[in-house]
């Protein structure tokens, strides 16, 4: 199974539940994951910025099989560049694309919080 988080809200506690569900996702022994994807937007893009409280976390699940993919299009409306985003980030052009192209590929869609 494929899934695929999306997170567009800055807020701590719901950045803090991305964190949760993309751990938490694979202590559940009653789902086989193939793959796992967060994708941020809008004031979610603060979650995988440089200075992230999460950047512990976030270098360790990507190295676990998540991967975190960045909205350029959000990234450019914030004003920031590759630069400002954790080097364990990927991009895509836009948000709606990359959940799109996602869910197409067999990816379960779900909404954090």
Same mark, same amino acid.
């Given at each position: 199974?494929?899934?695929?988080?999306?997170?567009? @809200?800055?807020?701590?506690? %719901?950045?803090?539940?991305?964190?949760?569900? $993309?751990? /938490?996702?694979? *202590? !559940?022994?009653?789902? #086989?994951?193939?793959?796992?994807?967060?994708?941020?937007?809008?004031?979610?893009?603060?979650?995988?910025?440089?200075?992230?409280?999460?950047?512990?976390?976030?270098?360790?699940?990507?190295? @676990?099989?998540?991967?975190? %993919?960045?909205?350029?299009?959000?990234?450019? $409306?914030? /004003?920031?560049? *590759? !630069?400002?985003?954790? #080097?364990?980030?990927?991009?895509?052009?836009?948000?709606?694309?990359?959940?799109?192209?996602?869910?197409?590929?067999?990816?379960?869609?779900?909404?954090?919080?």
């Amino acid at each position: 199974m494929k899934t695929v988080f999306h997170v567009a @809200d800055g807020a701590t506690d %719901v950045q803090d539940a991305a964190i949760r569900y $993309a751990n /938490g996702i694979f *202590d !559940d022994e009653s789902v #086989e994951m193939d793959a796992v994807a967060v994708v941020v937007n809008a004031s979610g893009i603060e979650l995988v910025q440089s200075n992230s409280e999460y950047a512990d976390e976030i270098a360790e699940l990507s190295e @676990d099989a998540v991967q975190f %993919v960045a909205c350029r299009k959000s990234m450019e $409306a914030a /004003g920031l560049t *590759d !630069d400002d985003i954790l #080097e364990a980030v990927e991009t895509a052009p836009t948000s709606v694309g990359e959940l799109t192209q996602r869910q197409e590929e067999g990816y379960q869609y779900i909404k954090v919080p």
